[in-house]
């Protein structure tokens, strides 16, 4: 179906008296007749009232083109004075925001006015930074405590398998078959094939003819000292028998500790060149049980305290790595469980603490490249005076936070930071640093 038919050039001339004018004209000529003459003035009457009804439509949309120029410029007046920088940002880029649609203006008014009316709210909420703090620091005790029985399940369900290990060695023993018992629960669960009977493995014969003295004295260093990496243990029995760490001098009677259920294993993975994954060693309770034997009062255990405060097995080795770093650079009173501080964005809670020309320096540690951490580094600044000291397991992690300090906090704050890997490859920063980015 075709559209409504276009009126003709000059139509709307002829509305507005046209056809007023030709009737004039008729009833004007002489000769007409009178009918004609009625039919043409009342031709002539409903002509004036379409062209005055016309007229009256055009005032009508005259005035309404006037109210919303009107109210337009009223949106605008009030789109700048509540939100005057979004507007100006608009404008700024290029968007013309004065010729938008009355309901878009409106829209961006809303908008924006809401968000600063929530932000009011939350501003006047005075209680809001204490509950804050509140809830973080119950969430920290929650964690700490979550850590704390994660380890203590870990031990339980360790001694619960030694026991039924040794249990079975005993009922296997009665009909002439002994079995070894897992070394830890780290290690593979899958069992080893049974040998002829009445007879131990190879490896299972070898343990056994570990001496009770060594297995003690793997127990009284774990237990007077709290060391718990497996390389650090196994490097203090190297110093005290006079071997190399490396030797089966130092790691039998370790692996005997292991299997006779003295000792858990929990491995975690490193990011710098050697053995990438590594172990830290626990006293069980048994083992524990032994050094009081032995006369030896357990003290806290690396791992079992560092788990309280760090986050991974992972990051706590990073962690203990760079504070072992720092003593053997000249720094005091090194400790890895320092206690939180106060700064003026909150409460800063840094993974090493140590002393230095007299002065305290909070270092942070960290593996992850992605996280969201902008506060922790303007608090790690504040505590430091201006400086934040990092250290990340290699070059690639280190490049890319100290990019991400830089990015979230500009040029402020000076970074100082190295990695193990370029450490222990020996590279220094100025005049022998161990801090090779100093920035």
């Known amino acids: 179906m075709s559209g409504p038919a276009q009126l003709p050039a000059g139509f709307e001339d002829l509305l507005r008296g046209g056809f007023r004018t030709n009737g004039q004209e008729a009833a004007q000529r002489p000769g007409q007749h009178p009918t004609r003459q009625i039919s043409v003035a009342s031709t002539a009457m409903d002509v004036q009232q379409m062209s005055d009804m016309l007229d009256a439509q055009f005032r009508l949309r005259e005035a309404a083109q006037a109210s919303r120029v009107h109210a337009i410029r009223a949106l605008v007046t009030t789109a700048e004075a509540l939100c005057p920088s979004q507007w100006d940002a608009e404008k700024r880029a290029g968007h013309s925001p004065e010729e938008w649609p009355p309901e878009h203006i409106g829209e961006f008014v809303v908008r924006h006015t809401l968000s600063a009316l929530q932000h009011g709210y939350l501003a006047q909420q005075t209680d809001l930074a204490a509950e804050y703090e509140r809830t973080s620091r ?126 858990d294993t929990f491995p975690c993975i490193v990011e710098w060149p050697g053995e990438r994954t590594r172990q830290f060693l626990v006293l069980t309770p048994a083992g524990r049980a032994r050094a009081v034997e032995l006369g030896v009062v357990p003290v806290e255990s690396e791992f079992e305290g560092g788990m309280k405060l760090h986050k991974t097995a992972d990051h706590l080795y990073l962690v203990l790595k760079t504070a072992d ?80 300090i830089k990015a979230t906090t500009g040029s402020e704050h000076k970074i100082w930071a190295f990695n193990i890997s370029e450490h222990a490859a020996g590279s220094r920063g100025p005049n022998g640093s161990i801090w090779t980015h100093q920035r």
């Open 138 to 263: 119950e969430l920290t005790a929650a964690n700490g405590e979550l850590s704390r029985l994660k380890l203590q399940l870990q031990h339980a369900q360790a001694v619960a398998r030694n026991a039924a290990a040794q249990s079975g060695q005993t009922a296997q023993g009665k009909h002439g078959v002994r079995a070894v018992a897992q070394a830890s629960p780290a290690e593979s669960a899958e069992s080893e094939p049974a040998e002829v009977a009445g007879e131990l493995t190879d490896g299972a014969k070898e343990l056994e003819a570990v001496s009770p003295e060594r297995i003690d004295a793997v127990i009284k260093v774990m237990a007077a000292t709290g060391l718990s990496r497996s390389d650090e243990v196994r490097e203090r029995l190297a110093v005290e028998w006079g071997a190399r760490r490396s030797s089966s001098r130092v790691g039998l009677p370790v692996r005997a500790a292991l299997h006779r259920g003295l000792v």
């Open 325 to 404: 770093i720092l003593s053997a650079d000249g720094y005091e009173a090194v400790t890895y469980l320092p206690e939180c501080l106060q700064v003026a964005d909150g409460e800063y809670c840094p993974d090493i603490a140590a002393r230095k020309d007299g002065r305290i320096v909070y270092v942070e540690c960290e593996r992850s490249q992605i996280k969201a951490r902008e506060a922790k580094w303007t608090r790690a600044a504040e505590a430091n005076g201006g400086t934040i000291y990092l250290v990340t397991p290699n070059r690639k992690i280190m490049d890319a936070i100290t990019s991400e």
